[in-house]
């Protein structure tokens, strides 16, 4: 058996690891080649306070500039108020340089009805936008909630509409010319008097140049009903501005139209398409009209002033006031006729149309011009004031004062027939009917008891036969009157025939005439001839009249 010993193996350390590490070093280098290159090429890191985060993550949210992405969210956190967000932005290193002062950062991509392509936010969620401002960079920025209406618009005009109510009009709402969107609204707030709500509205180039000093903007957010000749029709803008809210503008063509209106304009945003084209101009002339309440009925401010059925001004003002001195209730109305809506004929309306305007009132009312009520449309429309010609006019004038007056009239259509059957009503409520009922069956009473007694039925009798006595007598009168007007005949006719023979006898014995006691002959001869005329004219008399026989001549002719 071999004893001899085993041999040692020597171990020598090497200072070279082994290619074995040569790919873990050579992964190692490159990726801090990377870090470093991309710590080299990092872009600027900046700070912008949202007031609200609004679905905005950290790592998710991507910012974007004209739709490319140009950083990210690195972190979000509240400030100490609890009331704002800071957003921490990685921007690319393309845009150092240029976040001077007046970069804006807003929250983008909410889903919008009239946008449907913002409507992929609802999955990918919003982003921010900017708008970037040569600079150096900020400490921080303060953010917007949302997209500023002139964002995507490089030349824009801002001008300033006032209103009552505020509808659905919010920031966004599209801004229309004859159906085309020409602007946005920027702004909506409620002024400092609590009564009238500003709207900041952009229109964009060309169409800034549309708006005059005389344009009129309205709501066109609601529906509305529009009359026609081919009767009453449904309006709106659109399916999304009835959501959203919209706002619509017209300009008058023509001179009317004013100069370009200029930037930061204030105009009044009308209710209504309606309301818009019926408010009276700076030009427009004012009156004064009062009408009963009970006629005046649901007569509100805006309606129609019509003349010949052609509109030529608005309601003002409708006012209802009592007089506690004569207990009566009337409606105080005032009227903007517009001039222009009358053409002069070889004349022009002058730039204060008053002195104008009231001479051709007067003239009319001397004619029979008196303002009435009226409707739009018989038995449902509104009232309108209409300006009419009525037939035998009480004379009347137009009123002195600041603010004429034009006398009225009765109503027109139905509301005039109702009105002049109360005042027949109240005319016979005055009337004592129940007296006069009682008088008149008092005296049919009496008559019937009248009738009834014997003195009235004796007396009755004694009538018929006094009317049966003058019947006979008037018959026997008939039968003698024929032979006693045939004697007077003849004597008439001797009577003729004697004087003609004595008026020849006298004429031809010149003798008599001078004779003692016949001086009177001639007179006695003219009486005679006198004499049997009459006989003749009572013949023919009583051959026409025989009962003057017994009632006279009086009671026959």
Known sequence: ??????????????????????VPIAAAAIVGYLAFQQFAERGPEVTVIFPTGDGIKAGTTKVQFEGIAVGEVEAVRFEKDMRHVDAVLRLHRDLEGHLGKGTRFWIAGKPNISDLSSLKSVIA???????????????????LAEQPPDADHTHVTHFVLRS?????????????YRDLKVGVVARSQLESDGRHFRIDAFIDAPFDRLVHADTRFWDASAVQVAMAGSGPRLQFQSVPALLEGAVDFETPEGP??????????????????????????????????VFHAEEAGALDAGASVELD???????TQSQLKYDPGSGTLNDLVTLAVEPSSIALAGATWAANARPQMDAMLRRLIQQGLRARLGSSIPLVGGKVVELAFLPNATPATLGSGAVPEIPTGP????GGIMASLNA???????????QIGDNVHDVTQRLAALSKSPQTQQSLAHLDEALANLKEVTRDARTQVGPLLTDLRHVAVEAQTTVASLQELVSRNDLAASTPGTAGLGGTLYELSRAARSL????????QHPEALIRGKGDAG
């Open 164 to 176: 009552d109510k505020l509808g659905t009009i919010s920031r966004g709402s599209p801004i229309y």
């Open 536 to 543: 003749r004219e009572l013949a023919d008399y009583l051959d």
């Open 256 to 289: 009317v139209a004013g100069p370009q209106a200029q930037p930061n304009t204030i105009f009044k945003l009308y209710s209504s398409r309606g309301a818009a084209e019926q408010a009276p101009d700076d030009r427009a002339v004012t009156y004064r009209v």
């Open 1 to 22: 058996m071999n004893d001899a010993p085993l041999p040692h193996a020597i171990e020598h350390h090497s200072r070279w690891p082994g290619w074995i590490w040569a």
């Open 309 to 315: 059925a052609k509109r030529i001004g608005s309601v």
């Open 125 to 143: 969620g919003p982003h921010i936008g900017m708008q970037p401002m040569p600079g150096l960079r900020q400490d921080h920025y303060d953010g």
């Open 424 to 434: 027949v009503v109240a005319k016979l409520d005055a009337m004592p009917l129940d």
């Open 411 to 414: 109503a027109s259509g139905l």
